[in-house]
Antibody, heavy 123, light 110 residues
Framework: QVQLVQSGAEVKKPGASVKVSCKAS????????ISWVRQAPGQGLEWMGW????????NYAHNLQGRVTMTTDTSTSRAYMELRSLRSDDTAVYYC????????????????WGQGTLVTVSS | QSALTQPASVSGSPGQSITISCTGT?????????VSWYQHHPGKAPKLMIY???NRPSGVSNRFSGSKSGNTASLTISGLQAEDEADYYC??????????FGGGTKLTVL
């Protein structure tokens, strides 16, 4: 079965960087894209960006461009999300999620999610 | 990108039906049939409930249905059950090539 297992919670100081990993299993890693979504305390879901595990193409949310980098390592079936110049409002639970395709091959959104990684930014 | 507009909360009694709306623009919800809905129990991973406006992934109960009219998409849950109590988020592709989430709706089962 498809599983996405994320790295553990992090505490960072303002201005630092954080790199969250997402280990995939149960499918051919390079066949599906991975999105990253975050949820700040008391807030809704925010789409951060997407990376193709096939060729590394990325698409980042406008408000994070320049601070976020998404990468994949097909040898270990891992996706990574690095966020730099952290601010207090980056405190959130960060999720990785895999593309969903139905039986007809149509893209259907984010069908499989990791358990989430809490990143706390505090001085 | 602007979030899609959802009601902050809705409620219903067990067995009843409720509908959650999701309003966007003609360059998003109204322009594409790429609306999806996610159920999110606090502390757990979100779950895809509806994709492409009205399609259910395998394993999702047929009590959940989706529709769209103009710039507004809707999620309807029939035969409400206690376990349906959760936060629900819509998501839509936009002409900016970015998907955007709604602000979320808290469903309370009375």
């Amino acid at each position: 079965q498809v599983q996405l297992v994320q790295s553990g919670a992090e505490v960072k100081k303002p201005g630092a960087s954080v790199k969250v990993s997402c280990k995939a299993s149960g499918y051919t890693f390079s066949s599906y894209g991975i999105s990253w979504v975050r949820q700040a305390p008391g807030q809704g879901l925010e789409w951060m960006g997407w990376i193709s595990a096939y060729n590394g193409n990325t698409n980042y949310a406008h408000n994070l461009q320049g601070r976020v980098t998404m990468t994949t390592d097909t040898s270990t079936s891992r996706a990574y999300m690095e966020l730099r110049s952290l601010r207090s409002d980056d405190t959130a639970v960060y999720y990785c999620a895999r593309d969903y395709y139905d039986s007809s091959g149509y893209y259907g959104g984010l069908g499989y999610w990791g358990q989430g990684t809490l990143v706390t930014v505090s001085s | 990108q602007s979030a899609l507009t959802q009601p902050a909360s809705v409620s219903g009694s067990p067995g009843q039906s409720i509908t959650i709306s999701c309003t966007g623009t003609s360059s998003g919800v109204g322009g594409y049939n790429y609306v999806s809905w996610y159920q999110h129990h606090p502390g757990k991973a979100p779950k895809l409930m509806i994709y492409d406006v009205s399609n259910r992934p395998s394993g999702v109960s047929n009590r959940f249905s989706g529709s769209k009219s103009g710039n507004t998409a809707s999620l309807t849950i029939s035969g409400l059950q206690a376990e349906d109590e959760a936060d629900y988020y819509c998501n839509s592709y936009t002409s900016s090539n970015f998907p955007v989430f709604g602000g979320g709706t808290k469903l309370t089962v009375l």
